[in-house]
């Protein structure tokens, strides 16, 4: 091979580098996208879930403790 088909074998090498490179990237940023999405959806149901905990915490702090008792069997 002489020098310039060498240097534009390299060249073509780099060109494909690049493109993987371009596509890798993209992929990571979909994946950490999805990542976050999943992480932020379960976050709100353990905020759902805790509200509702709450409010039944505070429905029974506000009953009676007859009823309480009864309850509790």
């Known amino acids: 091979m002489t020098r310039e088909e ?3 074998t390299l060249n073509e090498i ?3 580098v690049e493109q993987i490179e ?3 990237k993209k992929r ?3 994946l950490h996208k999805a990542h976050y999405s999943r992480l932020w959806k379960k976050k709100e149901l353990v ?3 805790m509200q509702q905990l709450e409010e039944g915490a505070d429905f029974l ?3 009676t ?3 309480r008792m ?3 069997f």
């Open 65 to 67: 403790s007859n009823y």
């Open 6 to 8: 060498v240097l534009r």
């Open 28 to 30: 990571v940023t979909i």
């Open 14 to 16: 780099e060109e494909k």
């Open 70 to 72: 009864v309850q509790s």
């Open 22 to 24: 371009n596509v890798l």
């Open 47 to 49: 905020m759902e879930r």
């Open 61 to 63: 702090l506000a009953t």
